[in-house]
């Protein structure tokens, strides 16, 4: 799988035109852009005569002559956020999942009345290269092509196309929003002694992602043998997939681990701390070496396709503290031959799980009562 991945990465990025990078293989934030949605948008009544970026939208109003954008049937490179829906509402928002998968989108301008963008408003949208806003926007800010919060203290967005190897996230940035590098093709990030915020989606599908630099006087993250945690250590962020580990020993102390953290990974053997309390969506989906899991006593979650698709995973061990299995856990283990619970049946049926926590694995075995 992790094949075929970089495969459509790879396609997807020949696919594309240059960058406006002097050095293609780096970037960091050194202009900003804007234009004003004038030079975009019209007052118009219908479809036909709307500026071609605007045509397919989908407005959703609030009742009270405002409204958002929540969908999009265009097919268009270039996609325009107006100031005003058709009929004259003003549009202060774009909706969760608005422009969620396309493939078609190149480039977006969103106009200076737009106060909120939705968490996953473009996620999926791995084509985009460049955000625009408009300079009179009180909300956003666009730079190098980046989308920003206005303060330039979130980074939003950073487009899936860029083509760079390496970004420095810009000093004064404290905070990587929902989703911000999903997708990305980056290969080395460098993280300000400003940041002190990385929401648990900002790496999902980062699947080349491999170097982490903490700035000197950061206070909030650290990277111990090339994995990126919080300073304290009880939160593993993200694992680099191509570095070279076969087995990997989680660090006593560390709580939670992040979603899509050893994505992909090469491991052929890890092992979990007994402090480890959550493991979160697709944490280690597609890591297709793994062929034994032991999960730790003290264990309460395992989250959204943890496991999705490894592939060689012959046996799991779950303790009998954990309390929540969610959807597809567990999905694609095709080789799944037994799961060993610590608890009896009981134990088991008490637990809260989705009804296809284990769909497509293999022909697996239940043994319970099981003793290391």
């Not at 100031?83 to 422009?99: E, H, L, M, Q």
């Not at 473009?122 to 206005?150: A, P, Q, R, W």
């Not at 701390?273 to 793994?290: G, H, K």
């Not at 608890?343 to 003793?371: H, P, Q, V």
Request: aromatic share 14%; charged share 20%; with cysteine.
């Amino acid at each position: 799988m992790k094949k075929l991945l970089s495969i459509i990465l790879v396609i997807m990025l020949l696919s594309l035109g240059g960058c406006d990078f002097e050095n293609p293989h780096e970037e960091s934030l050194t202009s900003e852009e804007s234009v004003t949605s004038s030079e975009v948008s019209d007052e118009a009544t219908g479809e036909e005569s709307l500026p071609q970026g605007t045509r397919g939208l989908k407005y959703t109003s609030n009742g009270d002559g405002t409204c958002g954008v929540t969908g999009y049937s265009g097919s268009k490179k270039d996609v325009v956020i107006p100031p005003k829906s058709p009929n004259g509402d003003i549009v202060t928002y774009i909706g969760d999942r608005a422009f969620s998968g396309n493939y078609d989108i190149e480039t977006v301008f969103i106009s200076y009345t737009v106060k909120e963008i939705k968490t996953s408003s473009f996620i999926g949208c791995t084509m985009i290269h460049h955000y625009y806003v408009d300079e009179n926007s009180e909300y956003f800010m666009s730079s190098n092509g980046i989308l920003f919060s206005k303060d330039k203290k979130k980074l939003i967005y950073y487009p899936a196309s860029r083509q760079a190897e390496k970004y420095i996230i810009p000093t004064g940035t404290e905070e990587l929003g929902d989703y911000s590098f999903f997708f990305s093709s980056l290969k080395k990030l460098v993280i300000p002694a400003s940041l002190n915020i990385i929401s648990y989606t900002a790496f999902v599908d980062c699947y080349i992602l491999n170097e982490f630099t903490v700035t000197e006087g950061c206070a909030a993250f650290t990277v111990v043998e090339s994995v990126l945690f919080t300073s304290d250590m009880t939160e593993l962020i993200k694992f680099p997939v191509e570095n070279g580990m076969k087995t990997y020993t989680i660090p006593d102390g560390v709580k939670i681990i992040y979603p899509c953290a050893f994505e992909c990974c090469e491991l052929e053997e890890i092992h979990f701390p007994f402090a480890l309390d959550s493991i979160y969506n697709y944490a280690f989906a597609a890591s297709e070496y793994l062929e034994s899991v032991i999960l730790p006593y003290g264990l309460n979650y395992i989250g959204y396709a943890v496991f999705d698709e490894c592939s060689s995973l012959k046996v799991v061990y779950i303790p009998m503290t954990v309390k929540t299995i969610e959807q597809y856990a567990f999905y694609g283990c095709s080789s799944l031959e037994e799961v060993r619970f610590q608890g009896d049946k009981k134990k088991w049926n008490s637990i809260n799980k989705a009804s296809n926590w284990d769909e497509e694995a293999g022909n697996y075995t239940m043994i319970y009562n099981y003793t290391e």
